[in-house]
């Protein structure tokens, strides 16, 4: 457990956000009490969902 948190960690700094959400998913899958993974889990589905957003709103703009 704590590798893959390690891991995702590492993940999160290279701003690989869906590997990192991959990592603590299996993480939590193995210690799902264990309240730093699921933070952790929480703030990379926010960024993700954020990017996401931006992502759109970019090709909203490029076609007007």
Avoid: C, G, W
């Avoid at 999160?12 to 299996?26: F, G, N, R, S, V």
């Amino acid at each position: 457990v704590k590798a893959l948190h390690r891991k995702a960690s590492a993940h999160i700094m290279l701003k690989q956000y869906d590997d990192a959400k991959l990592d603590l998913l299996a993480a939590t899958k193995l210690d799902p009490a264990n309240k730093a993974l699921q933070d952790s889990l929480a703030s990379v589905e926010k960024t993700l969902a954020r990017l996401e957003q931006e992502r759109q709103q970019m090709f909203q703009r490029m076609f007007e």
